[in-house]
């Protein structure tokens, strides 16, 4: 009798379910708010250069803060998603990111900018989340597709971020973007807690993993923080060595916490699953390139003067708006990305994707100052960053079990986080070792070597993608059981030291 009364349980749920395009259309919202955040700063950064009179270095930290709250917040939402329900989460983690917005609008100072900031990335949770509710009420057949437009809603984002933050700053000021990604956020909240049917988790007795998600935030900050200054100290100053020094000792001890740890934040043995880690190497590699490192030399170029030889004189307006078409453009895609995923498989997708970025690098480099192929190559880098970001999940998907959904999204958020935040301080240190201390301008060959940087890990992204199967073995995490044994049999942990 439970078997039928199970499967009867099951279909009366789906048909209470809100359909496919509601769920994905309430989970696009909330990703957006996300992606939004982080894209709509790009645009202002050569505004708030020239407003509180501070290099690209400081300035940066707009950026860098948010993705570092992002990455520590990608994974403990996920792991709470996992463990309390989703949806509740997704909605608190929306609110908070409201109240960062607030916070960088009412501040005045870059100081309070970046303190705001700070909060809004706890947005960075919204991702793994998201494709977990996806997961967990699309029917089977059709998570490639929602999962794949989830992931390349950010290419919305992009494009709103774009062009919101360029009509604001040419009509009245920066303060308007933030009080419209407050509005953002809350709406997005609405939508997932009427849209998004209740959490049913069953109660849980583990904790969560508060001191592995507090060390891994101080370890990339120290390493950022030495990458964000050495453009002042040197790569030989103590102030540069004691960060890096700090950074890895304190990488070395969560490495150490997390495999002894009960509950880990991360669950590092994921890792050992061949897919898993080229997937997470191939995002980091690809973060560093051209999905964090392209941002900022892409919209110096826009905007600066054509006297210089390589801008292109857009005002900051025009350049969002060709920004957001050209992403709008991209987004077109992703349906087809999904399509083709669930036919071809994942794999062949996020390959494409990482090349058409790969192979655009050139063409902007070879092209400085040319209006018509400068504007061909963004469209066509939009179509790659749609691909790639449709394709990420999906490949995760086909390697990791239902229930560690969101973990292990969440953990593929903290890595491309990471990897942007590098992408942010190194970038940063490259444009600023080329910018005129009068004007702030940035010179061409700061701006080829920026590329250049991007280009570099792009190549070695589509390497890695290379190396990923067609049929992948899937993850089994291990049962409390089995962690249980696992200590008791190791001469190397005292009885009761796990506790």
């Known amino acids: 009798m439970s078997a039928p009364m199970g499967r009867q349980a099951a279909t009366l749920q789906r048909l209470k379910s809100p359909g496919f395009i509601a769920i994905v259309a309430a989970l696009i919202l909330a990703e957006i708010v996300s992606a939004f955040e982080l894209s709509m700063m790009y645009v202002t950064l050569p505004t708030l250069i020239n407003e509180f009179k501070v290099d690209a270095n400081t300035v940066a930290w707009v950026v860098t803060a948010y993705l570092l709250v992002s990455a520590s917040a990608g994974v403990m939402g996920g792991r709470f998603g996992d463990m309390y329900g989703r949806r509740k989460v997704l909605v608190i983690v929306l609110a908070i990111a409201s109240l960062g917005s607030l916070i960088s609008l009412l501040g005045g100072s870059l100081g ?7 909060i809004q990335g706890t947005a960075g949770a919204v991702m793994g989340l998201a494709f977990g509710l996806a997961r967990e009420h699309l029917e089977a057949k059709r998570v490639p597709v929602g999962v794949s437009m989830i992931g390349a809603s950010a290419l919305i984002a992009g494009a709103g971020g774009a062009l919101i933050a360029g009509f604001m700053i040419d009509a009245y000021s920066w303060h308007g973007i933030f009080a419209f990604a407050a509005v953002l956020a809350l709406l997005a909240a609405i939508a997932v807690y009427f849209v998004i049917p209740r959490d049913n988790v069953a109660p849980t007795r583990e904790k969560p993993d508060y001191l592995g998600s507090l060390l891994l935030p101080i370890a990339v900050s120290a390493i950022l923080l030495a990458l964000s200054f050495s453009s002042r100290t040197g790569f030989a100053s103590a102030q540069f060595l004691g960060l890096i020094v700090l950074g890895l000792g304190v990488i070395a001890l969560w490495i150490w916490w997390e495999l002894r740890v009960e509950s880990p934040i991360v669950n590092l043995r994921m890792f050992k699953n061949r897919q898993i880690a080229l997937v997470m190497t191939a995002t980091l590699l690809a973060a560093i390139g051209p999905i ?3 941002a900022v030399p892409t919209q110096m170029v826009l905007q600066y003067p054509t006297g210089l030889g390589f801008g292109l004189g857009f005002t900051a307006a025009s350049a969002g708006i060709l920004s957001g078409v050209t992403a ?12 083709l995923a669930y036919r071809y498989g994942a794999r062949s997708v996020f390959i494409g994707g990482l090349l058409l970025m790969t192979l655009v690098l050139p063409v902007i480099l070879l092209t400085l100052g040319n209006s018509m192929m400068f504007i061909v190559a963004l469209a066509l880098n939009g179509i790659g960053i749609s691909l790639t970001y449709g394709a990420l999940p999906n490949v995760l998907i086909e390697a990791i079990p239902e229930t560690h959904t969101s973990e292990t999204a969440g953990a593929n958020t903290m890595v491309r986080n ?21 004007t702030t301008l940035v010179d061409q060959t700061g701006i080829s070597a920026a590329f250049i940087f991007v280009l570099v890990f792009a190549v070695l992204s ?26 008791s ?7 009761g030291a796990a506790q």
């Open 112 to 118: 309070m900018i970046i303190l705001g900031r700070a």
């Open 292 to 294: 964090g490192g392209l």
């Open 328 to 339: 709008l453009l991209g987004y077109f895609f992703s349906p087809l990305g999904g399509r």
């Open 418 to 438: 990471v990897g942007q935040s590098t992408a942010t301080a190194i970038g940063a240190y490259i444009l600023a070792s080329h910018q005129n201390p009068v």
């Open 462 to 487: 589509v390497a890695v993608a290379l190396l990923l199967k067609r049929d992948p073995v899937r993850w089994v995490p291990e049962t409390s059981q089995e962690r249980a044994a696992r200590r």
């Open 489 to 495: 049999s190791s001469p190397k942990v005292p009885a």
